[in-house]
């Protein structure tokens, strides 16, 4: 996608009104992702109604939107009806990493699942803080890359999110300056009836600065593994959480950063992903990580670089393809549908005002366009 065709939608109003509006105007878009999202779905050669059949009922996800995020469920009935879509298939759209998390408890899958992002957050030669990532997706999203500008006027929430049509949010920046990245933790154990990690990418992004973003990861049941990097004008973080724990992340030895990938670092909550893999050979366990543990040692390589600690420096250490085996970006190759594919690539300035830079595609090939989040300001300039 070139960059000044990513689109910008903005949503007003209450959670239902803004998705109504968000279903309405994505309507065409969202009905083409939930035919792509099926034949995605499951682990090769399954019965896709079977399978959604069987995840439906070993698992109650609405109960964590009811129990963390009911305003959630609001919008996303406002999406459902917008869209013209039944409530319960918008609903399983929202649940990408669980969907991840609940394969691997089929052993024959293991080797089917994706590796998901690169994520870093740092303080700039200048003082500020920048929280980043690459956003790894699989290739049918590709095209639907969206900015969704989200202003409730009676809540205050402000918020920039990138996302896909029908998706709650993938990640984002509110305008008190609170930025959001994910890195998938499949290893990790989730919580059959905890808030899907869309749902608490949201809850986060209505927060007024780091450490109550953090309260807030602390106060929900997690639904799936995950790292969530987080950063505000002052400071930032990295936390691993799972069912039954959450750890912060130590930072780049000697510098003031911090990345991940997709492999545990200090969380140990994963006897699920234990007995899945409690055939593995020594060998066949250290294959399973070898994209994550690469990706992360090209990050921690660049972050030795003083070059790294600004906003062209971030773009740049995400746009490596040094490793070619396991590039940092990664672009899409011939044929057949990709599941390891940088969907985007965004930059947080948290500010003030927040920005966003985002590029709809691998930071290698795709140019960035900047999103400002501020009061009563309108998306801002385009850039290359």
Same mark, same amino acid.
């Given at each position: ?40 779905? %499951?682990?090769?050669?399954?019965? *896709? ?74 303080? *700039? ?5 920048? $929280? ?87 106060? $929900? ?129 948290? %500010? ?24 009563? $300001? ?7």
């Amino acid at each position: 996608m070139r960059p000044d065709a990513i689109p910008l939608i903005p949503l007003t109003g209450g959670a239902y009104e803004r998705g109504l509006t968000h279903g309405r105007v994505c309507a065409d878009e969202i009905h083409q992702i939930l035919t792509a999202w099926r034949r995605h779905v %499951g682990p090769p050669g399954a019965s *896709t109604g079977a399978y959604q059949e069987a995840f439906r009922a070993r698992t109650n996800f609405l109960k964590g939107f009811e129990d963390h995020a009911p305003h959630l469920i609001d919008e996303l009935r406002g999406i459902a009806e917008g869209a013209r879509v039944p409530f319960d298939r918008i609903f399983d759209l929202q649940l990408l990493d669980e969907e991840w998390w609940f394969r691997q408890l089929n052993p024959q899958a293991l080797a089917a699942l994706p590796h998901h992002c690169s994520a870093l957050a740092l303080r *700039t030669a200048s003082g500020g803080v920048l $929280v980043a990532q690459n956003f790894d997706g699989a290739s049918w999203m590709e095209g639907y890359q969206r900015v969704f500008h989200h202003r409730d006027p009676l809540s205050g929430f402000d918020a920039l999110i990138f996302s896909l049509p029908g998706i709650l949010a993938l990640t984002g920046v509110n305008r008190q300056g609170v930025a959001v990245c994910v890195n998938s933790l499949v290893q990790l154990d989730g919580d059959a009836s905890g808030l899907p990690v869309v749902g608490v990418i949201r809850r986060l992004l209505e927060s007024a600065d780091h450490p109550a973003a953090v309260a807030t990861l602390r106060s $929900v049941r997690h639904a799936s593994g995950q790292t969530y990097t987080i950063g505000d004008h002052q400071t930032f973080g990295a936390y691993e959480v799972s069912r039954s724990s959450i750890v912060e992340m130590a930072g780049v030895p000697g510098r003031p950063a911090i990345c991940h990938t997709n492999h545990p670092l200090a969380n140990r909550d994963n006897d699920l992903f234990q007995t899945a893999t409690a055939g593995d050979t020594p060998e066949r366990r250290l294959a399973r990580t070898a994209n994550s543990r690469a990706r992360l040692a090209a990050l921690e390589q660049g972050l030795g670089d003083d070059a790294a600690y600004s906003v062209d420096g971030a773009k740049s250490l995400l746009a490596s393809r040094q490793d070619l085996d396991h590039p940092l970006s990664r672009e899409l190759g011939g044929g057949g549908e990709v599941i390891d594919y940088t969907l985007a690539c965004v930059v947080f300035e948290p %500010g003030p005002p927040a920005l966003m830079h985002l590029a709809a595609g691998p930071p290698s090939t795709t140019g960035f366009r900047s999103f400002i989040c501020d009061i009563g $300001v309108a998306p801002a300039r385009f850039s290359t």
